[in-house]
């Protein structure tokens, strides 16, 4: 046979035999392929059934006999790819899908899979161990859920570069897995738990590329460890709202050249020199030529503010925050070199001095805070040439001089806070040119002259208009009026003179309206009653004459009404919010008669009909009150005049009366109106009243956005109320912990309080206890764990420590998963330190309850005994 002739046999039976394997590979390949599309489709279907969702997001999660096992890559949140031929699962995101219910086991059959997000659902339960044979995962999220109890072992998924288990209820240390075999973690996000202990010593070695480590809002200890200078990839450090202490050295961060956020707020830092020197720490911050923001709020400095900050900061800062801590000196001109700042922070610290004009070359400031200092000298005309400031907070300093017109330039302007110095003169005309103003506060000062007519200018006031506790006189303009969305407007405690206007019914956002201690006259305008949204209406303490308008009893929404020491007349109207208002809404005005307790019952047939008398009789009648008149006019002028005097310095006196008016809650809470309370309970709806008690009444609400909320809403009538609500807020503010009542936000009026707070399904623990109990052991002791970790946190850990004063059963609420939180900080009583070891109640909110009994019987504390 010739050689080509083998050759070409030969080739021949190898092709055919390489066709023969071939086909079976490809047979045996999509078998295999089947059968893992099948398992991973057995994993989602097993996912689905633990878990539920009222929009049945997961609707299309379905398949039937005739359908390709592929179909399931078109589910929604699934993604497949090709793995070595193979068709699998490798993405599964289903955040924000409304899921609840628990995650399955059998999700770790998902064995290709590289990326799983389930956050912002409501997810409660453990994470399951099996988890842990997901060999591919790179990506893991599963914050903004209800998951607890510790982390599982995940030392086997050593590829993950991404970890975010933010927002849940998780407990236990810091999982020492993430740095025995996750050296490739880029991201790690254990925030707003209830982790505690310390930072592993080994971080900085073990996440050699760790960019983003975010531990804020747990219950950490401990100092920094050293290790962290080796993380030098860092790009941000989030630790706020822990009890991290020692002290911050000037090499801690300095190898982070990548550095962009460092936010370290509400510790126990200090700084070099036993807590006196901060220019180590600053000039350590100067290599980090990316940083931008460096919060250090309310974390324990002391000492001088460095005067050469400007220089030892790095210029790529757009926000500093040092405020809440104890710094002393002068703000330095050298501020002024960081340009690029557009938020800088020193409220509530001891500075002094003057502020220094350089500042108005900040051109990029949008929020400047220098409240709560001791400050002196006049506000810096350079401050007009911060043309991009919105926010402008100098109250409650010592600042003296006219307000200057420069001010006007500040276009942008929404908030201006200048309240609480010593400012004098006039209040600039122009100040009518910052037409985006919503929040205008100028009171308690020494403040002349009239109202400028150019406040027709400021027809965006939103929020509210404050010029209380001044000089201020004349008349109140009309121009007034164009501030038709401004839901607070108070003028009390002024020499305000002449009559109300009746075009003040064009204010129709205005929720509370404070004229009191003024000299104003004339009717109340009967234009008011068309005031829908009116909640309060204070116009005590003034000349006001004739009647009460009736139709101030279409104003439904009115709760405090105040016309008393006024020289009103005839009767008191007896329908709508007169039904609920008592005397002291009417007192001095000696000619006012009506059905409510305490005043003059008015005669059956007050007025007289004059026609039907006899000629003499009304003759003699006339003669004599002609006569009486002119005798009594004579008098009456005499002892006018020396009223009107009177009162004029009365008035006067009155501008130096201290009023502790309740302050607004941080601008990161949601401004909620009473109007919107009205809806959201149904107008005070008894069928949705769930509690009731010495405090006031709370019901169970819904936002419009669709959130279920408990609405307290306390009671105004005692003279504690306002303290008790002051301090319920400053509590609710200063606190994070996953066993205490977080506050969502407040609406307070002088005549209306009210606090909006998470819905808590379970009750309170009362419920549970009596008349029997239903509890099994094993929560009562999870109940009692939670309570206690929670007053821990108050006494130990709290940027403010604070005192309960009133735990008891019905203050102990439960959520869905019979999770105690402790509430109702009412009668609660803030620490400070002084000096070492010892405290002392702040005196930031007085506190009524400092010389009596506090608590409830049967539960009051031993500490007060």
Known sequence: MPLTLIISHLLLLLSFHHFTFSLGYCQNHHCSHHDDLFTDRAALLAFKASTFSETNVLSNWTFTDDQDASSICNWIGVTCQDIMLRKRVVNLTLNRKGLRGTISPLISNLSALVTLVLSENELHGVIPYPMSDLKSLKQLSLEGNQLQHRVPDLSSLSGLTYISLANNHFSGEIPRFLFRNCTRLQY????????????????????????????????????????????????????????????????????????????????????????????????????????????????????????????????????????????????????????NLTLLNLSSNLLHGAIPKEIGAMENLERLLLSDNNFTGTIPETMGAMKHLGLLDLSRNMLTGEIPEALSNLTQLRMLYLHGNQLSGPIPATLGKCVNL???????????????????????????????????????????????????????????????????????????????????????????????NLLSLDLSFNLLTGDIPVSLQKCTSLRLLNVSYNNLTNMVPSGGPFESLDITSFLHNPLLCGSISGLLRCPKNKRQDFPFLSKKIFALMLATSASATFFVTTICCSVCCSLLKKAVFIARDRIEVGCNLPQPLESKYPRITYAEILEATSSFDSRRLIGTGSYGEVYRAELKDGREVAIKVLKTQGKNSSKSFNRECQVLRNIRHRNLMRIITACSQPDFKALVLPFMAKGNLESHLHPSSDLSLIQRVNICSDVAEGIAYLHHHSPVKVIHCDLKPSNILLNDEMTALVSDFGIARLITSIGEGAATTSDTLPNSTANFVIGSLGYIPPGTS
């Not at 201020?472 to 303009?477: A, E, N, R, S, V």
């Not at 104003?520 to 829908?532: K, N, R």
């Open 188 to 339: 790690l996000d254990l925030s707003g738990n209830k982790f505690h202990g310390t930072i592993p010593p080994e971080i900085g070695n073990s996440l050699p590329v760790l960019a983003n480590l975010n531990l804020y809002d747990n219950l950490l200890t401990g100092e920094l460890p050293a290790s962290l200078r080796n993380c030098t990839c860092l790009n941000g450090l989030d630790i706020e709202n822990n009890d991290f202490c020692g002290e911050l050295s000037a090499d801690m961060f300095c190898r982070a050249r990548s550095l962009e956020y460092l936010h370290l707020s509400y510790n126990n830092f200090r700084s070099s020199e036993k807590n006196t020197n901060l220019a180590p720490f600053f000039t350590g911050l100067r290599k980090c030529v990316n940083l931008r923001e460096l919060e250090l709020t309310g974390i324990g400095f002391r000492g001088e503010l460095p005067a050469t900050i400007g220089l030892l900061l790095p210029i790529s800062l757009t926000q500093l925050q040092l405020g809440e801590n104890q710094l002393t000196g002068e703000l330095s001109p050298s501020i002024s070199m960081l340009t």
């Open 438 to 532: 919503e929040t205008l506060d100028l009171s308690r000062n020494r403040l002349t002259g009239g109202i400028p007519l150019e406040v027709r200018g400021l027809n965006e006031l939103k929020i509210y208009l404050n010029l209380s506790h001044n000089l201020l006189d004349g008349p109140i303009p009309v121009e007034i009026s164009k501030m038709d969305k401004v839901q607070e407007i108070d003028l009390s405690y002024n020499n305000l003179s002449g009559n109300i206007i009746s075009q003040l019914a064009y204010c129709v956002g205005a929720q509370s309206i404070n004229f009191s201690h003024n000299l104003l006259d004339g009717p109340i305008p009967a234009s008011i009653g068309t005031m829908q």
